[in-house]
């Protein structure tokens, strides 16, 4: 890995906008792009130059995904592109990480303002189009400009909440790169990582919400992405340990605690763990750390009921107090403030014995209720028993990448991570996001194992993008939960139908058979059918060790239906 003190230039010089551009993103660290060609030919040829990684893809939407999921895994922006008539293909990507506050830096071209309103050849004005799904939007218009544009652009991307950002290079294929100019594509390394700065929370807050934490009989923290994005995930589980206080965690937060420690109850919210809704909604107190307080996090601001007493962290004071009345709000970093804590309230003994022996036992109910399930033998295969195998197998720092609808309901509920080094990333509400983003999550750390789960449903929006994984060496391993059909829609349909399933009904979510693992060794990649519980194991264990992109195609039970939020 690069160490990102070391800057490649400073020195202000006549030189292209592509040689600046490609020297710039060399110095913050970017070791691949993403893209659709053709756009900014000149500075990816420039940035061959540096060993940058350009892997062109099949489609602009995949190529956002793969920069998101390269930005989540790295923890500092992932780059995309595509040319101007492929950007509103590329905004669209974009919502996934709008979504889920992931720092990823969007390069689009753009018409020539002498062309506008002439019926130019595709054209079409892009730019409203990123408004709501970039922190910042701007024109490179002159050349001259890229140098203090593109690092505004990460300035912005990793600061507070992160989140994306956008610029257009004139020209279709943002040919404004071939321009020379004045340039000084020198970099300021504070802004290459998540966090660039950590505000740190008033000492006075900080005592003010341990009182309250001490002082509360049923305590929970309710841990989000900020966590994770802060890197105060030791800080988290310190603190529940040092005050005796049960963690239920957010999607994006499912990585920031072990799901097999003593104190973790599960996910809460929507795509859920029962174990985690009722614990949360019998509690007291709710501190939420790094959490914005979302829908999927609360169930729609049920859990808990808005009436709960609550503390607040988040780096972004916008979002304090935005659902939840607020007896602490702390505006500063996760790490900070988790650390703050820990100081303030030194050594202390185990307690709350009762309020943990009741978490303990929401948590075991929950399993005794699904473990029918999750060892089940049955063919065709239960998505419960996957999750049950991936949780058991994959290995110790693997990064687990899931996709939304009903896998990212399988797995908030029925898998747990097992070490501190397992890495969890989900998709924020986007279908076909995590199989392009698992390549993303590879790219950014190729000695790590990452593991993709997906639904057919979801595997079919991008598959063609397994080729792009065997030409470029992405050796990732996507497990498909093969049901043939999207059956998180059934009960949907049923109620359309008068409450029961039709034939014309059930044409609605369904597919024809498909053998994926054919599919994927046409490709070039290593395809493996599983048909019975007993081949999981044996399948993961060999896709792991390939040496390249391997996809399992697992038969699985269409009646299987997950289990909705319990309030």
């Known amino acids: 890995m690069r160490r990102f003190e070391a800057l490649t230039v400073n020195v202000l010089g006549v030189m292209t906008g592509a040689r600046a551009l490609a020297e710039m993103l ?37 190529a956002a995904y793969m920069a998101d999921g390269y930005a989540r895994m790295a923890g500092r922006p992932g780059v995309c592109m595509a040319q101007a008539v492929g950007a509103l293909n590329l905004a669209a990507g974009l919502r996934d990480a709008h979504l889920a506050n992931s720092p990823v830096i969007a390069f689009t071209g753009g018409r020539t303002p002498d062309a506008a309103g002439k019926g130019v050849y595709q054209e079409v004005d892009d730019l409203p189009a990123f408004v709501n799904v970039t922190k910042f939007s701007a024109v ?22 992160p989140g994306p950002v956008h610029l257009q290079f004139l020209g279709n294929e943002g040919q404004i790169d071939l321009d020379e100019g004045d340039l000084d594509p020198s970099v300021d390394t504070r802004f290459a990582t998540v966090p660039p700065e950590r505000p740190l929370p008033d000492p006075h807050d900080v005592a003010a919400a341990l009182d309250l934490l001490d002082r509360a009989e049923r305590p929970v923290l309710v841990a989000g992405g900020g966590v994770r994005a802060s890197g105060a995930s030791g800080e988290l589980v310190a603190v529940a340990e040092r005050l005796s206080i049960p963690v239920a965690t957010s999607l994006n937060g499912k990585d920031t605690i072990p799901g097999k420690h003593p104190l973790c109850v599960g996910v809460v919210g929507t795509y859920s763990r029962s174990a985690a809704n009722r614990l949360v909604n019998q509690a007291d107190l709710v501190c939420f750390v790094g959490s914005s307080t979302g829908s999927m996090t609360t169930h729609f601001w049920r859990v808990p009921p808005p009436t709960t007493p609550a503390i607040q962290i988040d780096i972004d004071p916008e979002m304090l107090g935005r659902n939840y009345p607020l007896r602490v709000a702390i505006p500063a970093d996760a790490h900070a403030t988790l650390t703050a804590l820990l100081e303030q309230a030194g050594p202390r003994s185990p307690g709350r014995d009762v309020w943990l022996d009741s978490a303990r036992r929401e948590v075991a109910v929950w399993r005794e209720q699904h473990l029918g399930h999750l060892e089940s033998d049955g063919m065709p295969i ?32 029925m898998f747990d991570t097992r070490t501190p080094d397992q890495r969890y990333l989900r998709s924020a509400g986007h279908l076909g996001w995590a199989f392009p983003a698992a390549l993303g999550a590879k790219c950014a750390d190729p000695d790590r194992p990452v593991v993709c789960f997906t639904g057919d449903a979801g595997f079919w929006y991008h598959m063609a993008e397994v080729e792009t994984a065997v030409r470029w060496g992405i050796n990732t391993v996507t497990v498909v939960n093969n049901n043939s059909s999207g059956n998180q829609s059934a009960r949907g349909f049923d109620r359309a139908y008068g409450g029961k399933q039709t034939p014309e009904g059930r044409r609605l979510w369904t597919f024809a058979d498909v053998d994926f693992a054919r599919l994927a060794e046409g490709m070039g990649a290593m395809g493996i059918r599983v048909e019975k519980p007993s081949e999981i194991g044996p399948a993961l264990e060999c896709g792991l060790a390939a040496g390249r992109p391997a996809v399992i195609d697992v038969v699985t039970d269409v009646d299987a239906i997950a289990p909705l939020a319990v309030v």
């Open 382 to 413: 239960r998505p419960e028993r996957i999750c049950a195998d991936l949780t058991a197998l994959v290995p110790d720092n693997a990064c687990v990448v899931v996709d939304t609808g009903h896998a990212g309901m399988w797995m908030g509920g």
């Open 26 to 62: 060399y110095g913050y660290g970017v070791t691949h792009v993403f893209m659709v060609p053709a756009v900014l030919r000149r500075t990816l040829a420039e940035l061959e130059r540096f060993g940058v990684r350009r892997i062109h893809t099949h489609g602009e939407k995949s």
């Open 140 to 161: 490179v218009d002159d050349v001259e400009r890229v140098s203090d544009l593109v690092r505004r652009t990460f300035r912005t991307a990793v600061s507070g909440r």
